[in-house]
């Protein structure tokens, strides 16, 4: 078969699997402008469930609820992950490495749905001991950080493992500290990767249901567990407005991310650019 055919049939395949994944999420968002009450049913442009949506208490507390509890559990997710990630990489014995290791896959295969019955079960127990926590945001952000750390960890560990470790060496021979290494040259070169983690757990946390559901309280209820509530009520078109719209939180983040990476890179391959033509001139000179 010519390249030029494998190049073409190639290029459909792709094609139409990004269609198949991304298709119902551009027909979600164009039905979320839709003027019509039975989303079903084409009638026109408007604005109107934006509106509608906007003075919708239960959404907007369930919308700020869960900002919040993603922020704090990407944030947490990155900052326990790496520490992990590096305890896990850099150094090749410890007592319960082995232990570790096997706690931080375990959430990537096991059923949600199990984590969500065995942290209620705990904070349901520990209610009754010790009368805190109280189900709301605490015990939300405490079962997604649960789920979430695996993947921060995951990804982190791949970027550590790929990483020049002469960098790190040549950084201790000029007298830098370990704790000095870690953070002017370890973090600043694991930078990326840290970004891609913290939009992971973010994203996985925004859109989480089964932890949410088993672990919301009255007057503290997620988002998701909102959408989930009311689609089985029926479609209606605050659902597609809610679905839209964080649909445009995840591409903003997304696009932000990528610009940032994009202008590090550039600034670093300046700065590599910068350093080879100063040694050059050296070496020149004498």
């Not at 039905?31 to 604005?47: A, E, I, K, P, Q």
């Not at 919708?56 to 326990?80: C, E, H, P, Q």
């Not at 891609?196 to 089964?210: G, Q």
């Not at 407005?241 to 610009?259: D, E, K, M, R």
Request: with cysteine.
């Amino acid at each position: 078969m010519k390249p030029k055919r494998l190049l073409s049939l190639s290029t459909l395949w792709m094609a139409l699997v990004y269609l198949f994944l991304y298709l119902p999420i551009v027909v979600l968002v164009v039905y979320s402008f839709n003027d019509s009450r039975m989303v079903t049913l084409w009638g026109g442009w408007t604005l109107r469930w934006y509106a509608e949506t906007l003075h919708d208490d239960v959404v907007l507390s369930g919308l700020a609820l869960s900002l919040k509890v993603a922020l704090a559990t990407a944030t947490t997710s990155v900052v326990l992950g790496t520490l992990a990630a590096f305890a896990l990489t850099r150094y090749q014995r410890f007592r319960g490495k082995g232990l570790l290791n096997l706690l931080i896959n375990i959430p990537l295969v096991m059923p949600t749905v199990v984590i969500a019955l065995a942290l209620l079960l705990f904070f349901v127990t520990a209610q009754e001991v010790l009368g805190f926590p109280q189900k709301g945001f605490f015990t939300i952000f405490i079962g997604h950080t649960v789920m979430c750390i695996s993947y921060g960890t995951v990804v982190i560990q791949s970027r550590l493992k790929e990483m020049d470790r002469s960098i790190e060496e040549a950084a201790m021979d000029l007298g830098a500290r370990p704790l000095q290494v870690f953070l002017l040259v370890t973090l600043p070169a694991i930078s990326q990767a840290l970004v891609s983690a913290w939009l992971l757990t973010f994203s996985l946390s925004l859109d989480e249901v089964v932890i949410s559901a088993f672990l919301s309280g009255p007057g503290a209820t997620a988002l998701p567990v909102v959408i989930f509530s009311r689609a089985r009520l029926g479609l209606n078109p605050e659902i597609n407005v809610i679905g839209a719209v964080t649909v445009y939180l995840v591409i903003v983040a997304v696009v932000a991310a990528s610009i940032w990476m994009a202008r590090r890179e550039r600034r670093r391959a300046e700065e590599s650019a910068a350093a080879y033509r100063q040694e050059m001139e050296l070496q020149t000179s004498a």
